[in-house]
């Protein structure tokens, strides 16, 4: 199969194994030997006790993996490596916007875990409380996380570009009783007030006893003296030694919200056993990274691909990684391409929003660094066009760096279909993330849950568990179930359309429910909705992904306000402002248009394909069920004034 008419890549002898006997081997062994591949593959961790059964599917589908062993995230972080050979390994090579560096080495990093894990018992923390990180591209966000990893307390990273009220809601849900946040942040030449954000939100929350804030950007800060203390009063710089909690396999590590197809975010809990099993070994085999190797994981470490592939997998792995805070278009549109030539880096992972927002300057800003040190590339987030693959491919890695292209989501925990180097690497496709890793067991069904021919579009599945899958949705196992394994009864349900070809590649195409993709970040057309309608200034909203050239999609909204004004650039600007303020910056639509009526079903439901349809010029299908049809020339003429 071809898209846009691209042939398949052919690969060049050094950089590619033809053989895919590995490969074939391991992703056979995964299934047929079950117990045995996963005895084998867990070792990439230390544990304190082994587990005694491998999985446990009595209690279907909350699997529960490696039941019985016994380890800890932030041990096997750090302490082992400086136990071993890693001591004076850089961990972290941190780069800050205006180009400062800070190099942080394993055993740095396990003395400021320690300290910070010494300061939360010291505040209470005890084993499962929840604590909350509101927290830049700063060192203090790993090591809180592992610090919390240390003493048992599970985390909940909340991404710092959302807002106030994502911010409340996501504390209220998790009903954490510590906040960890910064004064700011950096993001092109500004600073953003995170405390500031932080302590309205703390106004909709009742949970959070302590909140601890790193200085890092220097802005001005209100401190609640009963509440609020300083990270570096409370760390000191002494060190101190804090015996890491033996956890069980299947005690939660963290809990990561993530949106759905309705209005509240749903948190994923990811276990610590199994998730750390995957993460390290989805890396190993899909990038297989040299121990000397400079990896970066350009993600933000408030999502999903920040927590594996910035922090958990890299680490366990004794990885150099590194972190860069702030714009990768600041303060020039060669700021990556700086980066990488300056820190000589090997493996740069990213996403295709990115890569299509960097090739839009053009070929003059990666040309002018050296990016001969790059020998792997990847990317996650969406689908990759061919386009931006093929420039990916030739003007950054010069014809010889495979495109890794990872398919995988919040509640997979680590990749599900990439191309591995490790285990041969097959020859790329540009726009297919190839093949399914080891324990991974995709189909693709239409409606009725039959599997359709090669070819054929339908609904990704996976019939099987594996180690890195959430064990739950916080608080609400129900949706859990109803979520992931109801559509088809017993299978994991991706919410992803994808096609396998007659080779057997797998192309991702793209969600099949509510959920936008803007820019790489995923978030709910009805959160979006919600927010508008909650400004109090519109009534009835609908909002969907449009198509956008650089950034996926983009949100278009349709309002109905409460109060006809005469100046709707003046309404369409404060609902901007507010939806800023409550969700956050990624939230706000990129059109807004404001109707009388939306259209709806006799029994009054916004019908959001209608809407979509019109807006975009395509057919809008079958309107019998619409109840008053001037509503769609209402979303015509609105769209057509707008142009
Ligand atoms: C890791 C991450 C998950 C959704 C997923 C899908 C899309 C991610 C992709 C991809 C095509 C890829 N997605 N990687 N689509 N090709 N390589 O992004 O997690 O934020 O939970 O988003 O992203 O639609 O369902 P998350």
């Known amino acids: 199969m071809d898209i846009e008419g691209e042939k398949s890549v052919l690969p060049t002898e050094e950089v590619y194994h033809p053989d895919m006997n590995l490969y074939k081997r391991a992703y056979d062994d995964s299934f047929k030997n079950m117990e045995a591949f996963w005895s084998f593959n867990a070792e990439i961790l230390t544990w304190y006790k082994k587990w005694d059964r491998v999985l446990d599917d009595t209690k279907k589908p909350f699997y529960r993996w490696f039941v019985g062993g016994k380890l800890n995230m932030s041990y096997n972080c750090v302490d082992r490596h400086i136990e071993q050979h890693r001591r004076n390994k850089a961990a972290y090579i941190w780069v800050g916007e205006k180009g400062d560096e800070k190099i942080v080495t394993y055993d740095g990093l396990f003395r400021r875990i320690n300290n910070l894990a010494k300061a939360l018992i010291n505040l209470g923390i005890k084993k499962g409380d929840r604590i909350v990180l509101y927290m830049p591209m700063i060192i203090e966000a790993p090591v809180a996380m592992l610090a919390a990893a240390r003493i048992g307390a599970v985390f909940s990273f909340v991404f710092a570009g959302f807002g106030a009220g994502a911010l409340a809601e996501r504390i209220n849900d998790s009903k954490a009783v510590l906040l960890i946040t910064a004064d700011g942040s950096f993001r092109n030449g500004k600073v953003v007030e995170l405390k500031k954000i932080a302590d309205e939100a703390l106004e909709m929350t009742s949970t959070i006893r302590n909140v601890i804030v790193v200085k890092h950007a220097g802005n001005n800060v209100d401190m609640n003296e009963d509440r609020d203390i300083w990270y570096h009063e409370v760390v000191g710089d002494s060190y101190t030694y804090v015996e890491p909690v033996q956890m069980d396999a299947n005690d939660p590590l963290f809990i990561l919200y993530t949106s759905g197809t309705t209005g509240k975010p749903?948190?994923?809990?990811?276990?610590?056993?199994?998730?750390?099993?995957?993460?390290?070994?989805?890396?190993?085999?899909?990038?297989?990274?040299?121990?000397?190797?400079?990896?970066?994981?350009?993600?933000?470490?408030?999502?999903?691909?920040?927590?594996?592939?910035?922090?958990?997998?890299?680490?366990?792995?004794?990885?150099?990684?590194?972190?860069?805070?702030?714009?990768?278009?600041?303060?020039?549109?060669?700021?990556?391409?700086?980066?990488?030539?300056?820190?000589?880096?090997?493996?740069?992972?990213?996403?295709?929003?990115?890569?299509?927002?960097?090739?839009?300057?053009?070929?003059?800003?990666?040309?002018?660094?050296?990016?001969?040190?790059?020998?792997?590339?990847?990317?996650?987030?969406?689908?990759?066009?061919?386009?931006?693959?093929?420039?990916?491919?030739?003007?950054?890695?010069?014809?010889?760096?495979?495109?890794?292209?990872t398919y995988w989501q919040t509640e997979t925990g680590g990749f599900m279909i990439a191309p591995q180097r490790a285990l041969g690497l097959p020859p790329l496709k540009p726009g297919s993330a190839t093949f399914p890793?080891?324990?991974?067991?995709?189909?693709?069904?239409?409606?009725?849950?039959?599997?359709?021919?090669?070819?054929?579009?339908?609904?990704?599945?996976?019939?099987?568990?594996?180690?890195?899958?959430?064990?739950?949705?916080?608080?609400?196992?129900?949706?859990?179930?109803?979520?992931?394994?109801?559509?088809?009864?017993?299978?994991?349900?991706?919410?992803?359309?994808?096609?396998?070809?007659?080779?057997?590649?797998?192309?991702?195409?793209?969600?099949?429910?509510?959920?936008?993709?803007?820019?790489?970040?995923?978030?709910?057309?009805?959160?979006?909705?919600?927010?508008?309608?909650?400004?109090?200034?519109?009534?009835?909203?609908?909002?969907?992904?449009?198509?956008?050239?650089?950034?996926?999609?983009?949100?278009?909204?349709?309002?109905?306000?409460?109060?006809?004004?005469?100046?709707?650039?003046?309404?369409?600007?404060?609902?901007?402002?507010?939806?800023?303020?409550?969700?956050?910056?990624?939230?706000?639509?990129?059109?807004?248009?404001?109707?009388?009526?939306?259209?709806?079903?006799?029994?009054?439901?916004?019908?959001?394909?209608?809407?979509?349809?019109?807006?975009?010029?395509?057919?809008?299908?079958?309107?019998?069920?619409?109840?008053?049809?001037?509503?769609?020339?209402?979303?015509?003429?609105?769209?057509?004034?707008?142009?």
């Not at 085999?285 to 000397?292: G, K, Q, S």
């Not at 020039?332 to 927002?357: G, H, Q």
């Open 266 to 405: 749903k948190g994923a809990v990811h276990s610590t056993g199994g998730y750390g099993v995957w993460v390290a070994n989805t890396l190993k085999w899909a990038f297989n990274p040299d121990e000397d190797d400079r990896w970066w994981c350009a993600a933000d470490i408030g999502w999903i691909t920040g927590h594996s592939y910035i922090v958990f997998a890299p680490l366990i792995l004794g990885l150099t990684s590194i972190m860069y805070e702030g714009s990768i278009t600041y303060p020039e549109p060669d700021r990556v391409w700086e980066i990488i030539e300056k820190y000589r880096i090997n493996i740069l992972y990213t996403s295709p929003t990115a890569i299509r927002m960097l090739m839009k300057f053009g070929d003059k800003y990666p040309k002018r660094h050296d990016l001969s040190t790059l020998k792997v590339l990847g990317t996650v987030g969406e689908p990759i066009n061919p386009s931006a693959w093929r420039w990916y491919y030739e003007t950054i890695g010069n014809s010889k760096c495979p495109i890794i292209d």
């Open 437 to 643: 890793l080891p324990g991974v067991d995709p189909a693709i069904l239409n409606d009725r849950g039959e599997e359709v021919k090669d070819n054929e579009k339908g609904y990704i599945v996976f019939r099987r568990p594996w180690p890195g899958m959430l064990m739950t949705v916080n608080n609400d196992d129900e949706r859990y179930v109803k979520t992931y394994f109801s559509k088809f009864y017993g299978y994991y349900f991706c919410g992803d359309y994808a096609i396998k070809d007659s080779d057997g590649y797998y192309w991702l195409l793209g969600r099949a429910d509510e959920v936008l993709n803007v820019a790489g970040h995923r978030l709910g057309t009805i959160e979006v909705e919600d927010a508008l309608v909650s400004t109090g200034l519109a009534v009835e909203a609908a909002a969907f992904g449009k198509p956008d050239p650089i950034k996926g999609e983009v949100i278009v909204a349709f309002i109905v306000p409460k109060q006809i004004q005469a100046d709707r650039r003046e309404l369409i600007s404060e609902i901007r402002k507010r939806i800023r303020s409550d969700l956050g910056p990624i939230y706000v639509p990129d059109e807004i248009h404001i109707v009388k009526l939306l259209p709806k079903t006799r029994s009054g439901k916004i019908m959001r394909r209608v809407v979509k349809a019109v807006a975009l010029d395509q057919i809008p299908g079958d309107l019998t069920t619409l109840e008053d049809s001037s509503s769609v020339d209402e979303i015509r003429s609105a769209i057509e004034a707008f142009r």
